[in-house]
């Protein structure tokens, strides 16, 4: 008897059609003479809806009620999943995260889990009941409900089977594996059977949303074995463990979601860049890729996020608002694969075909499992087709 996890995102569990999909799933796991752990998100847009209610009533809520708020999307989930296995004839029993023992640190909507104390998700698995857990929450040692952040879902799911030490842990989406390109993008996309855990990381670190980056370091903290596919059909997904083969390029993923941004002043001293560097880290912007372009005068340069670009405007106007500014949307291209660092004819191509289109590079980044390229302005889907004939096809 083998101990599974199994979870399913908001995508799986959009309406009642689709919970009947996940049960009927969770039912021939279980039949297989397995126990059972469930991981949920909340369905479908739930969470969108309830921070768009929240701004509704304030500008900027309290960010303790809303870990309140967004808690209740994943219970509801865990609930009407159980009400629907227990109607099937299965013993099932759905747990909020504190009453699964996930302990969290204290930052509210962003919280890390710090330990996980299994007693009572062991019972139940005793009992031969499936355990249903909401994902992407816990509480603090203040007893206060914390969530983990947007996809914490995932690093629930890997999180429990680590403290757990299951046998397996899949999880579940609306698509079918990883694959060697966004398959909505380009349609030669190609899935991947396996992926290290440095491959998965270095995916999911540049945008691939098939799994949050935090559960893959649990994963391979732990040597979780992890298995992406989807809730819709049973097509073999792809795998996720500590085997690392030489394969050059696997897989390239395009972000679009960065801006570059350009602060100048007329005059310089040595501490401003220190300065503007912890003013952006204290409203929540992680600035990367930051260079002082001058001696003489304060001319930088940095991405960030396009998420925080209303947040960084803000501080334009108050704290800022000294720096002649500019900021345009650009992209960054990840080639990832182990071995690519000692592999110049991937880097050759590349930048060949990246002259050929007259792409105006901004960085180049060199790492044992991935190439990435930021350019100067947003570059199209175009090039990601043709470095996917070129390298992958």
């Known amino acids: 008897m083998e101990t599974i996890v199994l979870k399913f995102g908001g995508s799986s569990l959009a309406d009642n059609i689709k919970l009947n999909i996940v049960a009927n799933k969770i039912i021939d796991f279980y039949n297989k003479k397995n126990k059972v752990i469930v991981v949920v998100s909340a369905q479908g847009k739930t969470t969108d809806g ?42 099932a029993i759905s747990l909020t995260g504190w009453q699964a023992g996930i302990y969290t640190s204290n930052t509210n909507e962003e919280a890390k889990i710090e330990y996980i104390n299994t007693e009572r998700i062991e019972k139940e698995l005793e ?7 909401a994902g992407f929450q816990g509480i603090n040692d203040k007893k206060d409900i914390t969530t983990l952040g947007r996809g914490g879902s995932d690093t629930t799911a890997v999180a429990i089977a680590a403290a757990i030490k299951a046998d397996h842990c899949y999880i ?36 691939a949303k098939v799994l949050h980056n935090r559960c893959v370091e649990i994963a391979k903290r732990y040597n979780v074995l992890i298995e992406t596919g989807s809730t819709f059909n049973n097509n073999v997904g792809t795998v996720i463990n500590s085997k690392i083969e030489e394969s050059s390029v696997k897989s390239i993923v395009k972000n679009d979601n960065l ?15 220190n300065k503007l560097y912890f003013t952006l880290l204290s409203n929540g912007i992680i600035p990367t890729n ?15 996020k396009a998420s925080d670009l209303g947040t960084f405007q803000e501080l334009l106007e108050n704290e800022l608002s000294m720096f002649n500014s500019a900021f345009t949307n650009i992209s960054r ?61």
């Not at 304030?58 to 009620?65: A, C, F, G, H, T």
């Not at 629907?84 to 013993?91: H, V």
């Not at 009992?127 to 857990?133: H, Q, T």
């Not at 075909?353 to 060199?366: A, C, E, G, H, T």
């Open 50 to 91: 309830l921070i768009k209610e929240a701004k509704e009533l304030s500008y900027s809520p309290d960010k303790r009620e809303m870990d309140v708020l967004l808690s209740t999307g994943e219970q509801i989930s865990i609930s009407k999943l159980a009400i629907l296995l227990k109607r099937l004839g299965y013993n």
């Open 172 to 207: 579940f989406s609306d698509v079918d594996g990883v694959y060697s390109t966004d398959p909505n993008k380009i349609t030669i996309a190609k899935k991947i059977e396996e992926l290290s855990y440095d491959e998965m990381l270095d995916l999911s670190n540049e945008g």
């Open 290 to 304: 930051m260079v002082n372009n001058s001696t003489s005068s304060f001319n930088t340069s940095f991405t960030i």
């Open 259 to 273: 801006f570059l941004i350009t602060l100048k002043y007329e005059s310089y001293n040595p501490d401003m860049l």
């Open 333 to 393: 291209i990840s080639l990832v694969g182990y071995g690519i660092l000692n592999n110049d004819n991937v880097i050759r191509k590349t930048l060949e075909l990246l002259n050929i289109n007259s792409v105006d590079i901004f960085d180049i980044q060199l790492e044992e499992c991935k190439l990435s390229i930021m350019t100067k302005e947003k570059v199209s889907n175009k090039i990601l087709e043709q470095l996917h004939h070129e390298l992958i096809s």
């Open 127 to 133: 009992n031969n009941n499936i355990v249903i857990v």
